[in-house]
Nanobody, 118 residues
Framework: QVQLVASGGGLVQAGGSLRLSCAAS?????MGWFRQTPGQEREFVAF????????WYGAPAQGRFTIARDDARNMGYLQMNNLKPEDTAVYYC??????????????WGQGTQVTVSS
């Protein structure tokens, strides 16, 4: 089973940037990013397919976040710009068939905390 390791979270001021990384232990079809705050369901952020590189974004990400992948290294990235305090959450990468629902993903990374101060 492919395993994922997410990294790159941290504390940043509003308006700042972070780049999250996700390393996959094997070949995957699609990688998604979700985020979650306490007591809330996981929220779709973005996903990208390997090979063709088609990308989709959720409402929070549009215009500010960019998802990318490195096929050869089995790495996925989420570049987050102009961060806002409401972006504060634990961010998870996942692999599966792609899509906007967590149920469409088979394996999840451990999550990385992103905190945006005002």
């Amino acid at each position: 089973q492919v395993q994922l390791v997410a990294s790159g979270g941290g504390l940043v001021q509003a308006g700042g940037s972070l780049r999250l990384s996700c390393a996959a232990s094997g070949r995957i079809y699609a990688m998604g990013w979700f985020r979650q705050t306490p007591g809330q369901e996981r929220e779709f952020v973005a996903f990208i397919t390997w090979g063709g590189g088609d990308a989709w974004y959720g409402a929070p990400a549009q215009g500010r976040f960019t998802i990318a992948r490195d096929d050869a290294r089995n790495m996925g990235y989420l570049q987050m710009n102009n961060l806002k305090p409401e972006d504060t959450a634990v961010y998870y990468c996942a692999f599966g068939n792609g899509g906007t629902s967590p149920t469409q993903y088979d394996s999840w990374g451990q999550g990385t905390q992103v905190t945006v101060s005002s």
